[in-house]
């Protein structure tokens, strides 16, 4: 029995006593491993799914095959898991931010087999963002069953992001840095090194279960200095396809929920329309990697007209998948829309300049999917190693890094969240380590509360009182009604000031008389960014904690200080 | 000590008699009863370690034009401020969170299944998970509104069992109602039990609080409950042994209430103990 309850606590083990960074080294290969499968499973059912009905797709009514798959996975996710729709990485970033990394455990499959229906079954998403979730939860769910504190937990929360990234693109740097940069988004060596384990342990599991191949082999480009300045209006024109992917998948959401129908008929109302679409477009149909492979490739033979329609017409897909209720992420439909959005820019450029020698499409195709991934993720690094990873283009790290660059800062002029923390940053949950609102965050009311307050009557007379003075070190003094033990006001030092001197009034003046009666209360549930607001408004220094009509203790602007602090110390220390 | 008592309001016959529990255990103990009116049927707890999704059955929501209002008239009838809850976060824009500060929980045997489900001997698996991941006790109300007059807490030696003891003191004190433990022999013998009460220095508390020690003898637990008054609170505490134990043995708590209709406030393996040194 002790040996089944020790193993349940591996930091009580004495080899992680000694330094707690080899039990979460331990865990990273765990958590990876688990994450990497997690990712082979929907990667194959995908697959097998996208097989089973390509038989299909040539008839006529194949367009609503989406929508049947939308529905599914809508339907799984709101009646049988009971989760909400949408791709999860926000809810990661969430409970990083605010729970330290708590996550349900259904989570780690729910969106694993809805975003499988999905994308399988013909919707405009990505694979990425499902198993995001799924490897932050398994991390989350195996920090808990091991009873590991909040830091620990956070860790493996970045650790299953890595790990899953790393295994679904075979690219262990991608999956660190995205860990890092989107879910954590705090550079701390305690973290990076779990991290970077577990990235290594979910790419090794991809190898092993699926051949180590990279996603989007080319061949040798040679880009010339023209080509690097024609980067600029690239990275322009990815940036602008960023803003309208990321405001029209926010203005489908908010259509679709005025829609007074079940969220999944809504769900199979947008994957219909992208299976209409698809029928005149394939490439907007599923993630779309073969059509990457062929732009990379410089045999997607279609002239600039058609290229240009079909980045738009994948930027509808893709909204209408994810926006109407479909499950997926967007990384898939961001590499289709950035290799579609370049060759559109290399054949606007040979149209405009047909005797300069441009190189090949194909370099133009991959570095428009480094920037529309940097636009709607505003994160550069993401970016740039995510694409020198999955197409072994390291020769194009120049431009890759110009084009990434300048359309993140461009996108983050325009839209100064990106496209996973937008809501968050408008519904004020998006508290990253060291801030004001994150320090605030983490501590609460009743843990700030000084309960050393001497109670007074308001029947007492200014002697009792100035007696009472005497014995405390508070400046405050509730007033609580002397039968029901009601809060009915407070006394501070200063309001007795005027009859200190003056013996007379101690046995004329009432406290009743002098406290004051209106007086700004704190409840226990107030958030404390609203009590500091309220102090700095009204130059108050401590406020009287009221519950259900009793005074329970004082809150004070130095205690609340002096734990902000500490709470910023363990934020920001290296260490931690 | 936190002096609130969360209580999640459903709007039916069954929500009315589970909400006059929860006013007369506050007016009793003095805490202040938060009502939350479910705007859909999930939500979510975050406690200290887990994350806790509740899916509520569906007559949470019946006529919620009406809930304000009933629970209102119910709390003022009582002379109790009326106060609600309104979640302040969202995990997903359908999911609020509900925050878990509070002092203690009030909850039927389920919250999830129909309402015709819930019966003696069956505890619901999401009011399982909050009792296993609180901080606070859970009052798990009896299926009708019943009053209870004095407090019997189970006390069978383990942490749980002490923590349940030290809340059992704290109540007693507030309320000025009699208590009583009891204590089923198992394998030990009555001066073990006594020994660990004298071990933990409670034994001023015992002979101030308690009225009578009673320890049950006969070998099933079933069979020494018609001993525990029919309008009791008892007080017990529960999951505190780890995964096997539970698994080869089951629950003692379980077994009890199982057997009684009376009120239970289920003290859980994450309730801190200090809660007793900082409230008395």
């Given at each position: 029995m002790r040996i089944f309850q020790s193993w349940r606590y591996p930091a009580n083990w004495t080899i992680f006593r000694l330094d707690d960074r080899l039990l979460l080294i331990l865990m990273a290969i765990i958590v990876g491993s688990f994450s990497g499968i997690a990712s082979v499973v929907l990667n194959r059912s995908i697959v097998t799914i996208f097989g089973w009905l390509h038989h299909f797709r040539h008839y006529w009514w194949a367009f609503v095959l989406p929508g049947i798959g939308a529905a599914l996975s809508s339907l799984f996710l709101d009646k049988i898991v009971k989760e909400g729709a949408g791709h999860g990485v926000p809810e990661v970033i969430y409970s990083v931010s605010r729970y330290g990394g708590l996550l349900r455990f259904r989570s780690s499959f729910s969106r694993i087999i809805s975003s499988a229906l999905t994308i399988g079954s013909g919707g405009s998403a990505g694979p990425e963002a499902p198993v995001v979730i799924s490897g932050a939860s398994i991390g989350s769910n195996i920090a808990k069953y091991f009873s590991l504190n909040d830091r620990q937990r956070v860790a493996l929360v970045g650790c299953g992001a890595a790990g899953a990234i790393s295994s679904i693109f075979n690219a262990p740097i991608a999956g660190m840095v995205f860990a890092i940069e989107?879910?954590?988004?705090?550079?701390?060596?305690?973290?990076?090194?779990?991290?970077?384990?577990?990235?290594?342990?979910?790419?090794?599991?991809?190898r092993i279960l699926q051949g180590n191949q990279i996603a989007f082999s080319h061949r040798l480009f040679s880009i010339s200095h023209m080509d690097i300045v024609a980067c600029v209006g690239l990275a322009v024109l990815t940036a602008a396809a960023s803003i309208l992917l990321t405001r029209l998948l926010r203005s489908m959401h908010v259509i679709s929920k005025k829609l007074p129908t079940p969220v999944w008929l809504r769900?199979?109302?947008?994957?219909?329309?992208?299976?209409?679409?698809?029928?005149?477009?394939p490439v907007v149909l599923g993630e779309g990697y073969h059509s990457v492979q062929a732009m990379i490739d410089g045999v997607f033979l279609q002239g600039f007209a058609i290229v240009g329609l079909g980045t738009l017409a994948k930027i509808v897909a893709t909204a209408l998948t994810l926006g109407w209720g479909g499950a997926g992420g967007i990384f898939a439909p961001c590499l289709v829309i950035g290799s579609l959005a370049g060759l559109t820019y290399h054949h606007g450029l040979a149209l405009l300049w047909p005797s300069v020698s441009w190189v090949n499409e194909g370099c133009f195709a991959l570095l428009g999917m480094a920037g529309l991934i940097s636009g709607m993720l505003q994160a550069p690094l993401t970016g740039i190693f995510l694409i020198v990873e999955i197409t072994g283009g390291y020769e194009v790290i120049l431009p890759l890094i110009i084009v990434?660059?300048?359309?993140?800062?461009l996108c983050h002029y325009i839209e100064p969240a990106s496209y996973y923390l937008k809501e968050l940053v408008e519904r004020g949950h998006f508290l990253r380590p060291g801030t004001d609102a994150r320090v605030l965050s983490d501590l609460n009311v009743s843990e700030l509360i000084e309960k050393d307050c001497i109670a007074v009557t308001q029947n007492m007379l200014l002697r009792d009182f100035i007696?009472?003075?005497?014995?405390?070190?508070?400046?405050?003094?509730?007033?609580?009604?002397?039968?029901?033990?009601?809060?009915?006001?407070?006394?501070?030092?200063?309001?007795?000031?005027?009859?200190?001197?003056?013996?007379?009034?101690?046995?004329?003046?009432f406290l009743g008389q002098i406290m004051n009666t209106r007086v700004d209360i704190v409840n226990l549930d107030d958030e404390l960014a609203d009590v500091i607001r309220k102090m700095d408004a009204n130059h108050l220094f401590s406020m009287p904690v009221v519950v259900n009509n009793r005074f329970i203790g004082l809150i004070s602007k130095g205690n609340l200080l002096d734990q902000y602090r500490k709470e910023l110390m363990v934020q920001t220390s290296q260490l931690m | 000590m936190n002096h609130q008592l969360l209580h999640i309001f459903r709007n039916s016959p069954l929500g009315r008699e589970t909400l006059l529990q929860s006013i007369y255990f506050s007016r009793q103990i003095e805490v202040s009863p938060v009502i939350y009116i479910p705007k859909s049927t999930k939500f979510l707890m975050y406690f200290e370690n887990d994350v806790v999704q509740i899916d509520l059955d569906a007559s949470y929501l019946m006529s919620p034009d009406t809930a304000l209002e009933h629970a209102t008239e119910l709390l003022e009838k009582a002379d109790l401020e009326p106060k609600f809850l309104e979640p302040k976060h969202y995990t997903a824009s359908t999911l609020p969170d509900i925050h878990t500060d509070f002092g203690y929980m009030s909850c039927p045997r389920s919250i999830s299944s129909l309402s015709s489900k819930i019966g003696l001997g069956y505890i619901g698996p999401r009011v399982r998970r909050i009792v296993k991941s609180a901080q606070f006790p859970v009052l798990i109300t009896s299926p009708v509104y019943k009053e209870w007059e004095s407090i019997a807490v189970f006390f069978g030696g383990s942490v749980n069992a002490?923590?349940?003891?030290?809340?059992?003191?704290?109540?007693?004190?507030?309320?000025?109602?009699?208590?009583?433990?009891?204590?089923?022999?198992?394998?030990?013998?009555?001066e073990s039990?006594?020994?660990?009460?004298t071990d933990k220095n409670l034994e001023t508390e015992m002979s101030r609080y308690v009225n009578t020690w009673h320890f049950l003898r006969k070998k099933a637990l079933e069979k020494n409950l018609y001993e525990v008054p029919h309008n009791a609170l008892v007080v017990l505490g529960a999951y505190g042994h780890h995964l096997l134990k539970n698994f080869v043995f089951g629950s003692k708590m379980e077994k009890i209430?199982?057997?009684?209709?009376?009120?239970?406030?289920?003290?859980?393996p994450n309730y801190p103990a200090e809660s007793y040194r900082a409230a008395s």
């Open positions: 989107v879910i954590l988004g705090e550079w701390k060596s305690v973290n990076i090194v779990p991290i970077a384990i577990s990235a290594v342990a979910g790419t090794e599991i991809s769900a199979a109302i947008g994957g219909c329309a992208v299976g209409l679409i698809g029928l005149f477009l990434s660059t300048i359309s993140t800062s007696s009472i003075v005497k014995k405390s070190h508070r400046n405050y003094f509730p007033v609580e009604n002397e039968k029901t033990g009601h809060f009915m006001g407070i006394i501070h030092l200063d309001d007795i000031r005027p009859y200190l001197f003056n013996p007379v009034m101690y046995d004329a003046v | 002490f923590n349940a003891l030290k809340l059992g003191f704290q109540l007693c004190r507030i309320s000025g109602m009699r208590l009583d433990v009891f204590t089923l022999l198992e394998n030990k013998s009555q039990y006594e020994k660990l009460i209430q199982a057997t009684i209709f009376n009120n239970l406030l289920i003290v859980g």
